[in-house]
């Protein structure tokens, strides 16, 4: 069993400055970890994933996440943001032996300008 | 390639009433779901399947019934519907192999009164 903490639900932030959303993770197995994004009054789609190998990962949009296995986090960071990353960001984590992955419960991203 | 697609978008049922939310894919994928999506609280898996003729219950399954007569179709069936499934549904599909993304549609926002 897996299970998926997002560490803050909200993270309101200025346009073009830097930004962290923080996610922690546990499981019994092996994982890999993802990150989703979704825009107002739309599914979910894809950021970025982690599967093996380098534990800097780049995604779409400018974001990228690192995995670090001793702290079991995978944070997902951006440089400077813009108004059109305002969102909801969720991270989830699959098993490596199972179809099914579990979300956590979101961060609101606001960039204000 | 339409993706995932769900209909209807949007309704409001009276408690008590049944309905058929449904979801189609052209991606040829083995694996779909269905999730609710309450304020705050991510997403719930309800109901899952790895393939035609195939389901399985998620984490919160009590009030729903699914089907997968095809590889392409999953309907997601509320009998007697209940004020506490108010929510916004998300169909999703993904590959068998573990180290893929799951691909969402765009939702139905229910609300029963």
């Known amino acids: 069993a897996q299970s998926v903490t997002q560490l803050d639900s909200q993270v309101p932030v200025f346009e073009e400055a830097p930004v962290e959303l923080r996610c922690n993770y546990s499981?019994?197995?092996?994982?890999?970890l993802f990150w989703y994004v979704q825009y107002p009054n739309q599914g979910l789609q894809l950021l970025l994933k982690?599967?093996?190998?380098?534990?800097l990962v780049k995604g779409i949009n400018g974001f990228e996440a690192e995995f670090n296995k001793s702290q079991t986090s995978f944070h997902l960071r951006k440089p400077s943001v813009h108004i059109s990353d305002t969102a909801e960001y969720f991270c989830a984590v699959k098993g490596t032996n199972a179809g099914k992955s579990t979300f956590g419960d979101g961060t609101t991203l606001t960039v204000k300008p | 390639n339409a993706g995932v697609t769900q209909t209807p978008k949007f309704r409001i049922l009276k408690i008590g009433q049944s309905m058929t939310l449904q979801c189609t894919q052209d991606?040829?994928?083995?694996?779909m779901y269905w999730y609710r999506q309450d304020p705050g609280m991510g997403l719930k898996l309800i109901y899952y399947?790895?393939?035609?003729?195939?389901?399985d219950k998620g984490e919160v399954p009590n009030g729903y019934n699914v089907s997968r007569s095809t590889t392409e179709d999953f309907p997601l069936r509320l009998e007697l519907a209940a004020p506490s499934q108010t929510s916004v549904y998300f169909c999703a599909s993904s590959l068998r192999d573990t180290n893929t993304e799951a691909f969402f549609g765009q939702g139905t926002r229910l609300t029963v009164v």
């Open positions: 399947s790895v393939g035609a003729g195939i389901t």
């Open positions: 982690y599967l093996s190998g380098s534990t």
């Open positions: 499981s019994s197995v092996s994982v890999y």
């Open positions: 991606m040829n994928h083995n694996y």
